[in-house]
C-alpha cells in the first residue's frame, strides 16, 4: 500500500512538472530559467542532488539575480558539502540585498573551515561593524559568535605565519651546508702525498761457480798455430 502511494505521489509531480513544462517552453529566457529551477527541484526533491546541483547552475546563469533561485542552490550546495558554490550563492544574495545575518554568518563559519582565513576575517570585520550599529534579537549572540570564528582564523593564520619562517630557516641552513660541502677545502691536503715510502731491502746476488771443461790437446794446438 505504501508503495502505490509512493508511486501515485512520484506520478503527481512528474505530471506536474509536465505541465509546468509545457507551460514555461512558451517564454523566453527568463522562463526557461524557470524551467531549469522547476527540474532542480524536482530532482531535489527526489534525493538526485546532482542532477538538481546541474539543472540550478543553468537557472542563476539565466536568471543571475532571482532570490528564489540563489535560495535553491544554498540548500543543494549546504547538502552536496559543495562549499564554493555555496559561497557564491551568499555572494550574490548579498548582491541583491536579499543575504540575512544568520546567512553571513554561515558565510563567515564555511570560510573558516576551508581555510580561507584572510577572507574570514575580512567578512568578520564588516559584519560586526554591520551588526554593532544595530539593535535586533539575538545580537549579542551573534556578535560572539562572530568574534569567536575571527579569533579562530586570526590565530591559524599565525601559526601558518610561525610555521612557515621555521620552514623557510630550515631551508636557508640546509642550503648553507649543502654549499660548504661542495667547497673544496684547500687547507686539506692530500694523505696520499704524505704516504710513507718503504724502504726497500738490498738484493743479495748468490755467486755460482762457473766450471769450463775443454780438451788440453786441441789447446795447445790452438797456441801452437
Not at 540548500?75 to 559561497?87: A, E, F, T, V
Not at 544568520?102 to 576551508?114: C, G, H, N, Q, S
Amino acid at each position: 500500500m505504501a508503495s502505490s502511494k509512493k508511486e501515485k505521489k512520484q506520478q503527481k509531480r512528474k505530471l506536474k512538472k509536465k505541465q509546468e513544462r509545457v507551460e514555461l517552453s512558451r517564454q523566453g529566457t527568463v522562463n526557461k530559467a524557470w524551467y531549469c529551477y522547476s527540474d532542480a527541484k524536482f530532482y531535489f526533491g527526489e534525493g538526485r542532488y546532482e542532477l538538481a546541483a546541474n539543472m540550478i547552475r543553468q537557472a542563476v546563469k539565466l536568471a543571475p539575480c532571482d532570490e528564489e533561485f540563489l535560495g535553491l542552490m544554498v540548500d543543494i550546495s549546504r547538502i552536496r558539502g559543495n562549499y564554493s558554490q555555496l559561497i557564491k550563492a551568499y555572494d550574490s544574495l548579498e548582491k541583491i540585498g536579499k543575504s540575512t545575518n544568520e546567512m553571513k554568518v554561515d558565510k563567515i563559519a564555511i570560510l573558516f573551515r576551508t581555510k580561507q582565513y584572510k577572507d574570514c576575517i575580512s567578512e568578520s570585520d564588516k559584519l560586526i561593524q554591520n551588526i554593532s550599529e544595530k539593535r535586533f534579537k539575538g545580537k549579542k549572540k551573534m556578535l560572539s559568535e562572530v568574534e569567536d570564528i575571527r579569533t579562530d582564523a586570526v590565530l591559524k593564520l599565525k601559526r601558518i605565519g610561525a610555521e612557515k619562517k621555521i620552514t623557510g630557516k630550515n631551508n636557508s641552513e640546509a642550503e648553507i651546508v649543502k654549499t660548504n660541502a661542495s667547497e673544496p677545502d684547500n687547507n686539506k691536503k692530500n694523505t696520499e702525498d704524505f704516504a710513507p715510502v718503504l724502504a726497500q731491502a738490498p738484493v743479495e746476488i748468490t755467486k755460482v761457480p762457473l766450471y769450463i771443461n775443454f780438451d788440453s790437446s786441441s789447446f795447445l794446438q790452438m797456441l801452437s798455430d
